[in-house]
């Protein structure tokens, strides 16, 4: 079972191109990653949303959104629902810790976030980490267990699963950024232990086994072989390294491989 997931690469651009130039870079990364059996996103800011969906429509390359709200419609000035981005864009990133930083984003908030994905057929990336203290503290499962928990909680209050096409990214937030990575061997124990809540949680199937886990946090191609090394992980949320094509074709070649060997071993 663990074999048969995708292998996935996605590009969180964060607040970094313009309209002007997104399209460009986007028509790079996806000539310079031109590698077999990975799913290949980009995540650009809203407003470049049209500038790459069109720059990658002759390409296998997908479009994110970097966030969502988390009510269908209505008075919330300057904010952006799942329905606007159908059309620009085939996934959406969820509950990224910045924005559960900067925003106070709560997990309750990131479940109705996943809601409106399902509703509007948005793929959902669902971001999960703890902050340095609470590793440092011990309580890293505890945290990452408690907003999956309470995310879920919020479906359930409102009639609904977990999106049946999620995917999880494990961005342990001390990493984002920081150059300083998490050691492969925790990033897997994190993985089947997010597997782990959302089949006692949500009723997930199969143990969980059919849901990619990601990782996230100063991701760059010399990093990322020592999270593609873990069988419980599938891939990776790139933040600053996604910017850039040389990176970018690194860490897909890389991405590549894992790939590869999983079809073979299928
Ligand atoms: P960095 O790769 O820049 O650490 O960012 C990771 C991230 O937040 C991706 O969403």
Same mark, same amino acid.
């Given at each position: 079972?663990?074999? %048969?997931? $995708?292998?996935?690469?996605?590009?969180?651009?964060?607040?970094?191109?313009?309209?002007?130039?997104?399209?460009?870079?986007?028509?790079? &990364?996806?000539?310079?990653?031109?590698?077999?059996?990975?799913?290949?996103?980009?995540? $650009? $800011?809203?407003?470049?949303?049209?500038?790459?969906?069109?720059?990658?429509?002759?390409? *296998?390359?997908?479009?994110?959104?970097?966030?969502?709200?988390? =009510?269908?419609?209505?008075?919330?000035?300057?904010?952006?629902?799942?329905?606007?981005?159908?059309?620009?864009?085939?996934?959406?990133?969820?509950?990224?810790?910045?924005?559960?930083?900067?925003?106070?984003?709560?997990?309750? @908030? &990131?479940?109705?976030?996943?809601?409106?994905?399902?509703?509007?057929?948005?793929?959902? &990336?669902?971001?999960?980490?703890?902050? @340095?203290?609470?590793?440092?503290?011990?309580?890293?499962?505890?945290?990452?267990?408690?907003?999956? =928990?309470?995310?879920?909680?919020?479906?359930?209050?409102?009639?609904?699963?977990?999106?049946?096409?999620?995917?999880?990214?494990?961005?342990?937030?001390?990493? &984002?950024?920081?150059?300083?990575?998490?050691?492969?061997?925790?990033?897997?124990?994190?993985?089947?232990?997010?597997?782990?809540?959302?089949?006692? *949680?949500?009723?997930?199937?199969?143990?969980?086994?059919?849901?990619?886990?990601?990782?996230?946090?100063?991701?760059? %191609?010399?990093?990322?072989?020592?999270?593609?090394?873990?069988?419980?992980?599938?891939?990776?949320?790139?933040?600053?390294? %996604? @910017?850039?094509?040389?990176?970018?074709?690194?860490?897909?070649?890389?991405?590549?491989?894992?790939?590869?060997?999983?079809?073979?071993?299928?």
């Amino acid at each position: 079972m663990t074999l %048969s997931r $995708p292998v996935i690469v996605a590009g969180d651009w964060k607040m970094n191109t313009t309209p002007a130039d997104a399209g460009r870079l986007a028509t790079d &990364i996806a000539a310079a990653t031109e590698v077999a059996g990975v799913t290949r996103i980009v995540c $650009p $800011p809203y407003v470049a949303l049209p500038a790459v969906r069109d720059a990658l429509a002759a390409t *296998s390359v997908a479009v994110g959104a970097q966030n969502l709200h988390g =009510e269908p419609a209505g008075a919330y000035t300057g904010e952006v629902s799942g329905q606007m981005l159908v059309g620009l864009a085939t996934w959406c990133i969820v509950g990224h810790s910045e924005r559960r930083r900067d925003q106070a984003e709560s997990d309750e @908030l &990131i479940g109705r976030k996943l809601l409106r994905c399902a509703e509007n057929g948005l793929r959902p &990336i669902l971001c999960v980490g703890e902050q @340095l203290a609470e590793r440092e503290a011990g309580l890293a499962e505890e945290t990452v267990r408690g907003q999956l =928990e309470r995310s879920i909680g919020e479906l359930r209050r409102l009639g609904a699963g977990l999106p049946a096409d999620l995917v999880v990214a494990y961005e342990p937030v001390w990493a &984002i950024g920081t150059g300083r990575t998490a050691w492969g061997s925790d990033a897997a124990a994190m993985a089947a232990l997010i597997r782990l809540v959302l089949a006692e *949680s949500a009723g997930v199937p199969e143990d969980g086994a059919g849901v990619p886990v990601l990782y996230g946090g100063s991701v760059t %191609s010399a990093s990322i072989a020592e999270f593609l090394a873990e069988p419980e992980i599938d891939g990776a949320l790139v933040g600053g390294a %996604s @910017l850039k094509v040389d990176e970018m074709a690194g860490i897909v070649a890389r991405a590549g491989m894992t790939a590869a060997a999983r079809a073979s071993a299928a």
